[in-house]
């Protein structure tokens, strides 16, 4: 029994070890000015909820699973692609629609980050596909463009 303990604890003492640093942009939520490394990918996902209620109108959303992907090209330079399942239900009117949402495809560049500074600085724009089920889509193409700076 003794040597199955010590076994277990090698084994997940050995994997923090190996654990790398993780800076999230978490879909929807907020954006770091931190790149993924060169030639490294991240797969970030989560749940939404949203809640609309005013004197006329009770809504519900729900996005699951928002989906960003992160791929280093260089160490200042990532390509992302997001997507999600949406569901949006009015409970007034009984509206319900559910489906996937317009793709983005976008790149993310380390404008500024110095050893000697602690100031990050990085600009991510992305380019949104009407790909999205029909009551989803935006039926155009649109651009997002975003300044992310840490201190």
Same mark, same amino acid.
Do not use: W
């Given at each position: 029994?003794?040597?199955?303990?010590?076994?277990?604890?090698?084994?997940?003492?050995?994997?923090?070890?190996?654990?790398?640093?993780?800076?999230?942009d978490?879909?929807?939520?907020?954006?770091?000015?931190?790149?993924?490394?060169?030639?490294?990918?991240?797969?970030? &996902?989560?749940?939404?909820?949203?809640?609309?209620?005013?004197?006329? &109108?009770?809504?519900?959303?729900?996005?699951?699973?928002?989906?960003?992907?992160?791929? $280093?090209? &260089?160490?200042?330079?990532?390509?992302?692609?997001?997507?999600?399942?949406?569901?949006?239900?009015?409970?007034? $009117?009984?509206?319900?629609?559910?489906?996937?949402?317009?793709?983005?495809? $976008?790149?993310?560049?380390?404008?500024?980050?110095?050893k000697?500074?602690?100031?990050?600085?990085?600009?991510?724009?992305?380019v949104?596909?009407?790909? $999205?089920?029909?009551?989803?889509?935006?039926? &155009?193409?649109?651009?997002?463009?975003?300044?992310?700076?840490?201190?």
């Amino acid at each position: 029994m003794k040597k199955y303990i010590f076994l277990l604890l090698f084994l997940f003492g050995t994997i923090s070890l190996l654990s790398q640093e993780l800076v999230t942009d978490r879909p929807d939520q907020t954006e770091s000015s931190s790149t993924v490394p060169k030639q490294n990918l991240q797969v970030e &996902t989560g749940v939404l909820l949203g809640f609309i209620e005013n004197g006329t &109108t009770r809504e519900r959303q729900i996005q699951v699973p928002t989906t960003l992907l992160r791929y $280093g090209i &260089t160490d200042k330079i990532e390509l992302r692609l997001f997507s999600q399942f949406e569901s949006i239900k009015n409970q007034v $009117g009984d509206f319900e629609s559910n489906g996937i949402s317009d793709m983005e495809i $976008g790149a993310k560049v380390q404008v500024l980050q110095k050893k000697d500074c602690k100031t990050e600085i990085a600009f991510l724009s992305h380019v949104v596909f009407p790909t $999205g089920s029909t009551s989803l889509s935006g039926n &155009t193409y649109a651009s997002v463009n975003k300044l992310a700076l840490s201190y």
